[in-house]
């Protein structure tokens, strides 16, 4: 069974940046798309980001378009997700998960496989 666990979350200010990754193990992960998400408190899961098994095919929700990157490796099982200018609505647990089909309309409940989370928390 696939294993999610995502690192790298914390406490910063705004305008400062934060690079978020997931570990996976268990199982084939280089054939599935991956996608970051997110829940602040009280809210909705959100999606925000997704990129492609092979890595060229990226999408990003309109809130964090411009300012954040994905990315992947998947000689070392592994996905990041670049936050720069984060601001105090960015802050949420993100998880990562995943999708065995590629589509560039995801929404947030179209990703299984979700791990734990990092808690990220923008605030001065």
């Known amino acids: 069974q696939l294993q999610l666990v995502e690192s790298g979350g914390g406490l910063v200010q705004p305008g400062e940046s934060l690079t978020l990754t997931c570990a996976a193990s268990g199982r084939t992960f280089c054939n599935l798309a991956v996608g970051w998400i997110r829940q602040a408190p009280g809210k909705e899961v959100d999606f925000v980001a997704a990129v492609a098994w092979n890595g060229l095919n990226t999408l990003y929700s309109d809130p964090v378009k411009g300012r954040f990157t994905i990315s992947r490796d998947n000689g070392k099982s592994m996905v990041y997700l670049q936050m720069n200018n984060l601001k105090p609505e960015d802050t949420a647990v993100y998880s990562c998960?995943?999708?065995?089909?590629?589509?560039?309309?995801?929404?947030?409940?179209?990703?299984?496989?979700w791990g734990k989370g990092t808690q990220v928390t923008v605030s001065w």
């Open positions: 998960a995943t999708a065995t089909y590629w589509s560039f309309s995801y929404r947030a409940e179209d990703f299984t496989s």
